[in-house]
């Protein structure tokens, strides 16, 4: 299986409201080297910005140029790629972790929160109980 490195060319930003605290469907569609965050479209939702990203594959060749609208990042361990069900919060710069500085990888100008919790089946029950505390 190969391994896909993203690289960003361009974002257009949205100002919407994202439904913190409550279950969202989301798909993974990459990761943020050295930054340690998570790429996630989240379809359903118009929060996010659009993003044109460069596919690489572990050779170092681009293969392909992908457009993901409704993006969102998350500092998170690799989640695998694919569909996930996810509550998350705001970020919180002051209190949350900080973000690794890479001078050489410019980040995905795309909003950034805190997934409290996530499946890859659906919504669980925990989810509701959890992310009510979390906001």
Do not use: W
């Not at 410019?106 to 919790?117: A, F, G, N, Q, S």
């Amino acid at each position: 299986m190969e391994f896909y490195y993203l690289a960003a060319f361009g974002c257009e930003k949205k100002e919407n409201d994202f439904p913190y605290g409550t279950c969202v469907k989301g798909v993974v569609v990459g990761y943020e080297q050295c930054y340690n965050n998570v790429l996630i479209q989240v379809g359903d939702y118009n929060f996010g910005n659009k993003v044109t990203v460069s596919v690489i594959n572990d050779q170092g060749h681009t293969v392909d140029y992908v457009e993901y609208e409704n993006v969102i990042k998350a500092p998170a361990n690799r989640i695998p790629d694919g569909l996930i069900y996810f509550i998350a919060r705001k970020y919180k710069p002051d209190t949350d972790d900080s973000i690794v500085l890479c001078p050489q990888i410019i980040p995905y100008d795309v909003p950034l929160v805190v997934i409290t919790d996530y499946s890859q089946t659906q919504c669980q029950q925990r989810f509701h109980q959890r992310g009510a505390m979390e906001n």
